[in-house]
């Protein structure tokens, strides 16, 4: 709390502001404007909006100023940031490559690996998969209670149909035998072949990258992979936004930028007047 409204006292005697009666909302706003400029984080100003508001309240109520100056402020908007460090076609290729086809876990991996970056589901989403919500002859999931409590129905590839139904027609089916009402889509490995949590596929996702590339890869990157790659393959920023369930096209529109700077970096690189 101090130091933040050390922050503000220092700004206003910058601005030979030296007596809290000479604060008005012109003021307020261009601190708020000195704070972006200064390249304070949203979450920076949003400390130091909050405890300066808490100030000029108490000015107003002890009737030291006359003007309740705490509405001026305007709540920094979200910056959607990049992604970073997107996972390349080939480091992929590499991890869907990583797990033994010639164990019942390791076609369970591939399975999960090739929906993942298919489809570009959330994490949860794919932990929510129910074996009645595949529809292995139409290529498509039906993703239940996703982001913002919406279902919606995404598609995937032929390749990701292929090590699903070889996943859930030869593995999950040998699993299920002794447990035939068992609905989830994604079961453990282990002797009780109990649902896989949202845990434990993050780690399972996580320890296959690590095997395959030598560095930490979170589940979501495949996410951001699917995007970019869709993108670059020449997919409208529309269609990408309905397979990874946007509510808003904005949110899609952060791997455009991506897109556009990979298109920047090639033009510098081959371009003949870079």
Avoid at 192 to 221: E, M
């Amino acid at each position: 709390m101090t130091y933040c409204l050390g922050y503000f006292v220092k700004y206003l005697s910058e601005q030979s502001i030296n007596s809290w009666k000479q604060i008005n909302q012109a003021t307020i706003k261009k601190y708020q404007h000195y704070m972006t400029l200064c390249g304070y984080s949203r979450a920076t100003q949003k400390n130091q909006i909050y405890y300066v508001k808490g100030l000029l309240s108490f000015l107003y109520e002890k009737g030291i100023i006359s003007t309740d100056l705490a509405s001026a402020f305007q709540t920094p908007k979200a910056v959607e940031s990049l992604p970073k460090n997107v996972l390349t076609i080939s480091e992929v290729e590499q991890i869907l490559q990583c797990p033994d086809l010639s164990s019942a876990k390791g076609i369970r991996d591939r399975a999960l690996l090739e929906v993942i970056y298919s489809s570009g589901l959330r994490l949860k989403e794919l932990a929510n998969l129910k074996i009645d919500h595949v529809d292995l002859d139409q290529g498509l999931l039906i993703v239940v209670q996703g982001k913002g409590a919406k279902d919606r129905i995404t598609p995937i590839g032929e390749v990701a149909v292929k090590y699903l139904s070889r996943y859930i027609n030869m593995t999950r089916k040998n699993w299920c035998s002794k447990q035939p009402t068992q609905y989830a889509l994604w079961l453990s490995s282990r002797f009780d072949h109990l649902p896989l949590t949202t845990d434990a596929l993050a780690r399972c996702i996580r320890d296959i990258a690590k095997q395959a590339l030598s560095k930490t890869v979170s589940p979501h990157a495949f996410r951001h992979a699917c995007a970019t790659h869709m993108l670059n393959s020449g997919a409208s920023v529309h269609h990408v936004q309905k397979q990874l369930g946007h509510k808003s096209i904005t949110s899609t529109q952060v791997y455009t930028h991506l897109s556009i700077n990979d298109l920047k970096q090639t033009l510098s690189k081959t371009h003949p007047r870079k």
